[in-house]
């Protein structure tokens, strides 16, 4: 296989992906793109309502897991990623959410120069076709198919009525200009099937002679020479092999494998790098520290009725259900499992919602079940509960010099205690939601957090019992001006000549809301800045 190109892409998720197609669109370009997974082969990752199954499986993930949390009991968390072509974006919920222009000017104002709202407006129209079509705010050519689901069984209708009972507003978009008060879920989902960027964007382009995929592909190592990065060292077909990058080498392994490959080339705090016998190159302290997710609990009640999506998980009728899927991608199996975002302001005076109850028509744990054989399960609401501006810090740190084994990483759940006091506040409006007609009518009784929770010390000591995070992981190389930025505005690595990081490690601090689509903007706008074009701002 040749060895010279003009960029290496080291991952094919949300923004490597992105990033690769949008570079190989220039024919002289020639751009090796790094994937440690498998293509996406496995049938039930287009398949949307199967997300759960395929994010808890073993194929195409990395099944990372947090050191003992200690503001969580001591408590381990999974942390499953995407280990395949697509990353995260072929395993996720699927849901599509931007982000308010808030989140973008706080992260001008931060050193972030140039990724203001109005600046990064055009790469969101850019990567998408929206069911609403083209306008001043929604893209009609785009990659990512954003589609409206639309069913009896999401049970909409009652939770966006008690929604207003609650006196919060109906948001008819979600990513428009306002977006307080309760919404219809949008998926990134098209024609009944998964729009990952492995299929968005690579499907299209894979005969590209001057795009080369490699998958089963463990990058190890950034080659740098004099201060510039000149290429990689990766293990593929059961043999490390070098390839060398005549332009750029740009790291889009994520918030917690990019700060990994940048420590085991030498990048990042040097003490630490010493200490396992790393060769220190740059001094960056800032590489896998200021790690931001947001944190997540569950309020979920018991249904009167055997409504939403808990009938269709009968053995038999999903089995009928699934070959229907397959034969036509309709049919429930065709939906992402959830509803409804309601945003919320937890204070008054918040300058923005600081809460996302994502309401699911089933329970988060439901499984398939089989009529004579197990008990038929109860039809539950759920709504999982998080908070949108996390204070807490995390970090992601080196376990050894072996690639192939897992960082350290700490969450920090709650290492600021504003943080477990605003889900306090929101498990408690999340309840009021279900005291309003006509959810109030449709229970029989809380499931979640259940009886004996009530007050705020008890409400307290659940979720540091039971809350977990959103896999939203952000902020491991984040971007900036100051001494702890890891990228400049441009995404180049501080320190090092031709080697940028494009993916969600460079927010310097979470969106307020899911964060596939800022993640896939990101790689859009990395290839106008690696290209020297700009689409320009929008207001």
């Known amino acids: 296989m040749k060895s010279e190109f003009d960029y290496i892409v080291v991952g094919s998720g949300s923004a490597g992906a992105a990033l690769a197609t ?69 395993i996720n919920a699927m849901i599509a959410i931007r982000g308010p222009r808030e989140d973008f000017d706080r992260w001008a104002r931060m050193g972030a120069t140039g990724w203001d709202y109005d600046s990064v407006l055009p790469y969101f129209r850019r990567l998408e076709t929206h069911w609403r079509g083209a306008s001043d705010l929604h893209g009609g050519d785009g990659p990512v198919r954003v589609t409206r689901p639309e069913s009896p069984a999401l049970l909409w209708e009652p939770v966006r009525d008690a929604a207003l009972a609650a006196g919060y507003p109906l948001c008819e978009d979600p990513n428009g200009p306002e977006y307080d008060g309760v919404s219809r879920i949008e998926s990134t989902i098209g024609d009944g099937q998964r729009s990952s960027v492995a299929r968005a964007y690579l499907r299209s382009v894979m005969h590209r002679s001057n795009l080369v995929i490699r998958t089963d592909a463990l990058t190890h190592r950034v080659l740098i020479a004099n201060g510039r990065a000149t290429g990689v060292q990766y293990h593929c077909d059961g043999q490390l092999q070098t390839a060398h990058a005549q332009r750029e080498v740009v790291v889009c392994g994520g918030a917690y494998n990019t700060p990994q490959l940048l420590m085991l080339s030498g990048i990042g705090p040097a003490d630490e790098l010493r200490a396992l016998g790393i060769e220190p190159v740059v001094d960056l302290p800032g590489v896998g520290r200021n790690l931001s997710d947001h944190p997540n609990i569950l309020n979920e009640y018991e249904l009167r009725e055997h409504i939403g999506l808990t009938p269709y998980l009968r053995m038999d009728r ?34 923005q919602p600081d809460l996302q109850l994502t309401c699911l028509p089933v329970s988060n744990h439901a499984k398939l079940w089989t009529p004579l054989l197990q008990r038929k399960p109860t039809a539950r609401l759920t709504v999982r509960i998080g908070h949108l501006q996390p204070r807490s810090r995390g970090w992601v740190k080196l376990r050894s010099t072996n690639p192939a084994d897992a960082p350290l990483i700490q969450m920090n759940v709650f290492q600021d205690p504003y943080d477990l006091e605003a889900m306090v506040r929101g498990l408690k409006l999340s309840r009021e939601l279900f005291k309003q007609s006509p959810l109030r009518d449709m229970i029989r009784n809380e499931m979640l957090p259940g009886p004996g929770n009530e007050d705020d010390a008890a409400i307290r000591e659940h979720l540091r019992a039971n809350a977990g995070h959103r ?42 809301g899911n964060t596939n689509l800022p993640t896939i903007m990101i790689g859009e706008r990395a290839a106008d800045l690696i290209r020297g074009r700009t689409l320009g701002p929008q207001s």
């Open 471 to 512: 896999s939203h992981p952000v902020g491991t190389c984040r971007m900036g001006v100051d001494a702890d930025a890891v990228v400049d505005p441009q995404l180049r690595v501080r320190g090092v000549e031709a080697l940028r990081v494009v993916d969600a490690s460079v927010m310097p601090d979470v969106t307020s």
């Open 22 to 90: 949008r570079l190989t669109e220039d024919p002289a370009v020639r751009v090796l793109l790094l994937e440690a997974g498998p293509r996406d082969r496995h049938p039930l990752q287009v398949m949307p309502l199967a997300f759960i199954k395929v994010a808890l499986g073993r194929f195409g993930t990395w099944q990372y897991k947090t050191e003992p949390e200690p503001y969580l009991n001591g408590r381990r968390l999974d942390l499953p990623r995407g280990r395949v072509l697509g990353g995260s974006s072929s």
């Open 318 to 351: 999903a089995a009928f259900n699934a070959a229907r899927w397959f034969v036509d991608h309709g049919g429930p199996m065709a939906y992402a499992g959830s509803t409804a975002n309601v945003f919320v302001r937890s204070l008054p005076g918040l300058p």
